[in-house]
């Protein structure tokens, strides 16, 4: 069933923030949920619940634990020379979706089993891990009997600007009174097989521009110049890969990386009005923007600069939880193995559930083709992970303790 699923989804052409009415078909796979939908500037988004027999929903709400399974339909473009549905090229701009020349073996819409492995835009990132939840959850509510309130949160928009996506729908929640206790993100976490890594956290990513303030010149006068490179100088050791935290079992250094240094016309004899100093910080919980911008300008105060910070995404970490516990458990149970947890990678919604103090985890399949030509997914790592989601539907009669 849960590759029937997934075939199913692949076929949806739904790069950002397109959803081609996908959110109909998961619809009928759930008919017992209740529907929560919002669209702003393109972006859907849907909330599907349900909550047990002989509750109101503002009683169950206020009173039982509620279990999230959250993802994104949405999916980058293809690249390569792909086969795409003509109505769907028409409505993109191709600039904006940067579609190069590659080669795809199958088409990235055609869904295609071949030698064990399913091909599809989207079959690791992340349309795989909502089949699978899917799956899970039609397979118990039809079985079980319900004691918590089951939902599940997916947007259009993750893969794209995320403004209207994830995090626009909790705020919807939130007024309503809605907000999950804890979520499941099936994002593609796995190295090996699906499930030998859970992902407890990330790193937040902050930006930054530095311009040190010059007066340009000709080289031959270096006495009437003012050269942003000299008053730089041996301070850019101080910036350059400089670890502004330790780190800690969850989380390596937040390190100051930089990406780009500029300034000047770009020729021989005159010295440089500014110079203009972009970089990254992936920071981990021990470090915030306001320690970057005091650490800055401990180096710089001397020198006339400014700088613009801007955090894109927040760090987090749950950690000493029964949800972790469970989840590892249900892991353990199905594949044998004792699931890693980690912070590594980059930004996802999970970032968003954090930020209404919702405990959240990430466990999906495998990524070693995520946003690239031919991405494919493991049919063992989608039977595995189905079943994993189904143990831990299971465990979630005793969720009372995660409270």
């Not at 980058?76 to 073996?105: M, R, Y």
């Not at 079959?123 to 009997?145: P, V, Y």
């Not at 007024?175 to 990330?202: Q, Y």
């Not at 955090?311 to 989840?327: C, E, V």
């Amino acid at each position: 069933m849960v590759i029937k699923i997934l075939k199913k989804l692949l076929q949806y052409p739904t790069i950002t923030p397109k959803d081609h009415n996908i959110y109909e078909y998961i619809q009928e796979l759930l008919p017992d949920f209740k529907a929560l939908m919002s669209q702003k500037n393109e972006v859907k988004n849907i909330f599907l619940y349900k909550i047990p027999k002989g509750y109101g929903e503002k009683e169950a709400f206020a009173m039982l634990p509620h279990c999230c399974f959250a993802g994104h339909i949405d999916v980058v473009p293809p690249g390569g020379d792909a086969e795409i549905p003509k109505t769907f090229l028409e409505s993109l701009n191709s600039t904006q979706h940067n579609i190069t020349k590659g080669k795809w073996e199958y088409p990235p819409f055609v869904p295609i089993i071949d030698n064990g492995y399913l091909y599809g835009r989207g079959s690791q990132d992340m349309k795989g891990g909502i089949a699978c939840f899917l799956d899970a959850l039609s397979k118990f509510i039809q079985t079980n009997q319900q004691n918590i309130i089951f939902s599940i949160l997916l947007t259009s928009d993750e893969e794209g600007d995320g403004i209207y996506g994830t995090n626009y729908m909790l705020k919807i929640l939130q007024d309503n009174n809605m907000l999950p206790s804890f979520a499941i993100v099936a994002e593609p976490t796995s190295d090996v097989i699906a499930g030998d890594t859970i992902k407890i956290g990330r790193r937040g990513s902050i930006n930054g521009t530095i311009t040190i303030k010059g007066v340009q010149g000709h080289v031959a006068y270096p006495q009437k110049c003012v050269n942003p490179v000299e008053l730089l100088g041996a301070n850019l050791g101080k910036l350059a890969g400089y670890n502004l935290d330790e780190g800690d079992s969850y989380f390596e250094p937040s390190k100051i990386v930089i990406t780009d240094i500029r300034g000047g016309i770009e020729t021989t004899n005159v010295t440089p009005d500014n110079l203009k100093i972009m970089f990254n910080v992936r920071n981990s919980t021990l470090t915030t923007l306001e320690d970057i911008r005091h650490y800055v300008d401990s180096i710089l105060h001397t020198i006339p600069y400014t700088m613009v910070l801007h955090q894109s995404s927040k760090s987090f970490i749950t950690q000493d939880s029964d949800l972790i516990d469970m989840l590892s458990q249900s892991v353990q149970q199905e594949i044998q193995v004792t699931p890693k947890l980690s912070t590594s990678g980059g930004t996802s919604d999970a970032r968003f559930f954090s930020e209404y103090g919702i405990k959240v985890v990430e466990i999906g399949v495998c990524n070693d083709r995520i946003h690239a030509i031919n991405e494919r997914v493991s049919l063992r790592d989608i039977e595995s992970l189905s079943k994993i989601f189904l143990q831990f539907l299971y465990r979630c009669n005793d969720l009372q303790k995660i409270l």
